[in-house]
């Protein structure tokens, strides 16, 4: 295994909006991410800044097991109000779209857990969200990142939705990130998931049981 410590992402560095703190299901306002995943980001937002004067906009890094299994039980209730007609499995196969399970194993964490997984988006100079057609945790179709390319090709403002999601994906693929296949803000590197995505061995564990 790989150790890589943690490090607090500097909001005078990135635009930070620590997600699940401002709805409370965090105590902690401090977003962190392994080490090398805030070099490949630095590395993003430069040629960001090169190409459009854009940067980084940055939800969510690490995330405990406590606060996962949070924003799993209310994704699920959530889904099920929503759609109350699915049985069991279907709901779900449905909320593990959108929130991963907060699996105790060290080995198999949930993407966040391993602090290889971040949420972000795009901000133009002054710090104005790029339109890309949902807001951060949509828990709908139109959050997954070909969306506007296949199903919502023709709907109003399609092709400038494809235009800034196209940019953004190119940019963070460029540097090793893989895009999570449900939600076009949701990047892996280096852990269970975009090692499943790669064919690559698995650098990140659990960084919260001293799996590194």
């Given amino acids: 295994m790989q150790t890589s ?4 992402i500097d909001p005078k560095e990135f635009l930070c909006e620590p997600a699940y703190f401002k709805i409370g299901y965090s105590q902690n306002p401090e977003i ?5 995943v805030v070099e490949k980001l630095r590395t993003v937002q430069a040629k960001l800044k090169e190409l459009k004067n854009y940067r980084l906009k940055i939800f969510d890094g690490f995330r405990p097991l406590i606060v996962q ?4 039980n209310d994704t699920k209730k959530y889904l099920k ?6 049985s069991e499995e279907e709901l779900k196969e449905l909320t593990h ?5 907060p699996s105790q194993d060290p080995l198999s964490p949930p993407p966040h857990n391993s602090g290889g997984a971040v949420d972000l988006t795009i901000v133009d100079e002054n710090n104005q969200e790029v339109p890309m057609g949902t ?25 400038l939705y494809r235009t800034n999601r196209k940019l953004f994906k190119t940019e963070m693929e460029r540097v090793g990130f893989v895009n999570d296949p449900s939600e076009w803000w949701h990047f892996n590197y280096g852990n269970d998931a975009w090692s ?9 564990f659990s960084a919260e049981s001293g799996e590194n």
């Fill in 5 to 8: 410590p943690l490090i607090t």
């Fill in 32 to 36: 962190k991410l392994r080490i090398e």
């Fill in 69 to 72: 299994e949070k924003l799993y």
């Fill in 81 to 86: 109000k929503e759609n109350p007609n699915l």
């Fill in 97 to 101: 779209k959108y929130a991963a399970f």
């Fill in 135 to 159: 807001g951060f945790d949509d828990f709908t179709q139109k959050s997954h990142p070909d969306y506007f390319e296949k199903e919502g090709k023709d709907e109003e403002n399609a092709e």
């Fill in 196 to 204: 499943k995505i790669t064919g690559e061995k698995t650098i990140y």
